[in-house]
């Protein structure tokens, strides 16, 4: 039944920044931000709990910031001094309701 829509991923140089937005068409007030980059596990990047708490990977730390608009049903990952290996395709996701989009893809390159 839900349905999440990620965009926002483009190719940047390394240093640079993007910001990924994610669409529900759902109410929310958890979520989380996953990535997988080609040959390698998905991994969760970033997460908001249902109390605004939020937690990342020690790679992304200090670089990566998620936030919620609760009443417009999205969620925003603000990706700053991307490195190459940030180049995935992220996904968000509702925790518990394994529904996943599309993704969009990053790609951090010279």
């Known amino acids: 039944q839900a349905q999440l829509v990620e965009s926002g991923g483009g190719l940047v140089q390394p240093g640079g920044s993007l910001t990924l937005s994610c669409l529900s068409n759902?109410?929310?007030?958890?979520m989380d931000w996953y990535r997988q980059a080609p040959g390698k596990q998905r991994e969760v990047v970033a997460s908001v709990d249902i109390f605004g708490k939020t937690t990342y990977a020690d790679s992304v730390k200090g670089r990566f910031t998620i936030y919620r608009d609760i009443p417009r049903r999205t969620a925003t990952l603000r990706m700053t001094n991307l490195k190459p290996e940030d180049t995935a395709v992220y996904y968000c996701?509702?925790?518990?309701?394994?529904?996943w989009g599309q993704g969009t893809q990053v790609t951090v390159s010279r």
């Open positions: 996701n509702i925790p518990r309701t394994n529904t």
């Open positions: 759902v109410d929310f007030y958890a």
